[in-house]
């Protein structure tokens, strides 16, 4: 199992883009904004990045280095280094959860890619079409995850260098720039200030609401695509002349930044299509979210805007497209990488395998949408991801030798063992982190 035959990123670039573009996702843009008008506006922005920060990046930095340490996908790697054979089932876990993961994300992508054809269609006088892609009926969710399924599969095929860095270093900087251009628009729009002062100032009221603290720990795992190996196995085809520590700072600060400027685009957003007439607020008197916060508002502001607005509306789906897709790869990695390390199996194989069985499960997802949609997304983001999270803290932090991980996070980094970092990190990993999520999952079922 050399470094060479498995496939490696070619660059330091390479592998910040594919660590960031897992990271970077629908979680960020969808997600985070979702979450943060559904919490309560700024509260919920500020616990998510304390989370993200205090649990997020310290599990971050633990799956690099345990995936450049054993070169392999998480199964291989926890049997491969001693004290670890016990946790194989934990890297199973793992590979099975990302599963589900894909299988309900290609939904929402599928439905980011109907919205970008949709005044496509429009502009070429389809209009019977254009309509029936937005309607989220089953067939068009079916139709567009299944499509999303596809595309997967072909660049995971293509492998590290070929498919994944290869796309990733030319989608991530695209996706930086069309997002700060178009939130630079929106907020010169009416009505946009208010929605800043919502997702900036805190209400402190809504802090200690329970719902709030088992909601900001999954967006923290789910947006840096902790726990499950995503992480793991593309800091496995990493070399050892990479600085693991600066570039999970590099990775937890670019996903963080980017779900802010995210906020900072959709709620905003949000007042500024309220000016212009659209619906924002239920009959509570609280904002609207849920998955479809994104598809109602969005929409409705782009029309407001005649002609630039559909321009708009093109680029900014076209830009969700693409989060999704370097998402997804990384998603999809996972099992293939244990079938072909551990099985043998060839890549393309693997590949076309592994993403018909969870297309499969997507397909069962799709038809029964209002059952298992978010019951399968509760489940995986909420409970299953910080549970891994908190095995790979009492692996690294109690189980694997202290030699051999000091000596793994010194490779590319020399002087790393007298930094403030090698101070504080190993007691996040042993206490911290691991106690924060026992007591909020602890608070989620009680
Ligand atoms: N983090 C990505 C997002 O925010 C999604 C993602 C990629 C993910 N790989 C993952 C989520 C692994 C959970 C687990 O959209």
Redesign the pocket.
């Known amino acids: 199992m050399g470094g060479s035959s498995r496939g490696e990123f070619s660059s330091s670039f390479g592998f910040i883009m594919a660590a960031a573009g897992?990271?970077?996702?629908?979680?960020?843009?969808?997600?985070?904004p979702t979450q943060t008008a559904q919490n309560g506006g700024a509260a919920f922005v500020l616990l998510y990045l304390i989370l993200a920060f205090v649990v997020g990046y310290p599990i971050l930095l633990a799956e690099f280095t345990i995936g450049r340490h054993s070169q392999s996908n998480p199964v291989g790697a926890y049997q491969s280094i001693k004290g670890g054979k016990r946790f194989a089932p934990v890297g199973f876990l793992g590979i099975t959860?990302?599963g589900f993961?894909?299988s309900f994300?290609s939904i929402i992508a599928g439905t980011m890619m109907a919205y970008f054809l949709n005044p496509i269609l429009k502009l070429v006088g389809l209009h019977q079409a254009a309509a029936w892609v937005i309607s989220q009926g089953v067939s068009s969710n079916i139709l567009f995850a299944s499509l999303f399924f596809f595309i997967t599969v072909l660049i995971v095929a293509a492998g590290v260098k070929n498919g994944i860095e290869k796309w990733s270093t030319r989608l991530m900087p695209t996706l930086l720039l069309i997002l700060i251009l178009l939130t630079i628009y929106v907020l010169t729009l009416d009505g946009a200030m208010e929605g800043l002062k919502v997702y900036l100032l805190p209400d402190f009221t809504k802090v200690f609401h329970t719902q709030l603290f088992t909601s900001a720990l999954g967006q923290a795992?789910?947006?840096?695509?902790?726990?499950?190996?995503?992480?793991l196995v593309l800091a496995s085809y990493t070399s050892k002349k990479e600085n693991l520590v600066r570039l999970g700072r590099l990775v937890t600060l670019s996903?963080v930044g980017i779900?802010f400027l995210a906020g900072l685009l959709i709620i905003p957003a949000m007042y500024a299509a309220s000016a212009s007439g659209a619906e924002i607020f239920d009959e509570a008197g609280n904002l609207i979210s849920g998955p479809n916060l994104i598809f109602q508002v969005l929409p409705a502001l782009f029309d407001t805007m005649g002609p630039i607005g559909i321009g708009l509306a093109i680029i900014f789906f076209f830009l969700m497209v693409i989060?999704?897709l370097?998402?997804?790869i990384?998603?999809l990695e996972?099992p293939v990488s244990y079938a072909v390390d551990n099985r043998g199996m060839d890549r393309t194989k693997a590949s076309i395998l592994i993403g018909g069985i969870f297309w499969i499960v997507s397909m069962v997802i799709a038809l029964n949408f209002d059952l298992l949609f978010d019951f399968v997304v509760a489940t995986?983001?909420e409970f299953i991801?910080p549970l891994l999270g908190l095995f790979i803290c009492v692996f690294v932090g109690w189980v694997m030798n202290r030699n051999t991980l000091i000596e793994e996070i010194k490779q590319g980094n020399p002087d790393v063992e007298n930094s403030f970092f090698m101070k504080i990190w190993p007691l996040f990993i042993r206490y911290v982190s691991p106690i924060l999520i026992l007591i909020i999952l602890a608070q989620a079922f009680l």
């Open positions: 897992s990271a970077i996702g629908l979680g960020n843009i969808w997600g985070f959860t990302v993961i894909l994300y795992f789910f947006s840096l695509s902790l726990g499950v190996g995503s992480m996903d779900a989060a999704a370097t998402s997804t990384s998603m996972v995986t983001t991801q």
